[in-house]
């Protein structure tokens, strides 16, 4: 089975950077998912990585290590819009269903 | 940028009649999937669907539920018999996996479905 773990909540200052973990507990691996969600509104695709080290993407980077089962999403220069749930998902290996952790609520503050 | 559509934005049904939720998926993708938000928890994960017909489901994805292509571009998902705990955010989804195993999901505003 797979098993994903993030905190519930974290409060970060507008411009700063903040670091979401995410570990994961798998039978397999066969690549993870960030996604970012507002309240109300639907997933949005943020990074994948399926090899260890880090993937930048403008503000956001995402990490992984495999060996540890462990993944972080870096977020720089924190905005406002920021303020949301960042999910991060695995694909079980060999299938096309994906599990979802229970997400991160990020609140930004001026 | 093409988008997944789905059908309406909100339903409200009466307790133990059927739904039918409605998507119509990004033109060129080929995996299709059904995901819930209750209120406040995880996604989770329902269905997928690929060739016109289902290649992965989880355990609450039951007879109660099924899912139809029944043209080119809609997807949907029926429920039967509605109870008080199917109330939830439906999320459909999308990919075009031929492209890569790392293309991402595409998803619907989803439907906020409330049983009363």
């Known amino acids: 089975g797979q098993n994903i773990d993030q905190p519930t909540e974290m409060t970060a200052t507008e411009g700063a950077i903040v670091q979401i973990n995410c570990t994961y507990q798998t039978s397999g691996f066969n690549g993870l998912f960030w996604y970012q969600q507002h309240a109300g509104e639907a997933p949005t695709f943020l990074s994948y990585n399926v090899l260890d080290g880090l993937e930048e993407k403008g503000r956001f980077s995402s990490f992984l290590s495999r060996s540890k089962g462990y993944s972080y999403l870096l977020l720089k220069e924190l905005q406002m819009k920021d303020s949301a749930s960042y999910l991060c998902?695995?694909?079980?290996?060999?299938?096309?269903?994906?599990?979802f952790g229970t997400g991160t609520r990020l609140k930004v503050l001026a | 940028e093409p988008e997944v559509t789905q059908t309406p934005s909100h339903q409200v049904t009466q307790m133990g009649q059927e739904v039918i939720l409605r998507c119509v998926p990004i033109?060129?993708?080929?995996?299709f999937y059904w995901y819930r938000q209750i209120l406040g928890q995880k996604v989770e994960f329902l269905v997928s669907?690929?060739?016109?017909?289902?290649?992965?489901k989880s355990e609450i994805f039951d007879d109660q539920f099924s899912v139809e292509r029944p043209d080119g571009s809609n997807f949907t998902l029926k429920i039967r018999s509605t109870k008080l705990e199917d109330s939830a955010m439906y999320f459909c989804?999308?990919?075009?996996?031929?492209?890569?195993?790392?293309?991402?999901?595409?998803f619907g505003d989803g439907t906020r479905l409330s049983i009363l």
């Open positions: 998902a695995v694909r079980d290996p060999g299938t096309y269903k994906y599990i």
């Open positions: 033109s060129n993708h080929l995996y």
């Open positions: 669907f690929y060739n016109n017909e289902i290649s992965e």
């Open positions: 989804a999308s990919s075009d996996p031929d492209r890569g195993s790392n293309q991402p999901q595409h």
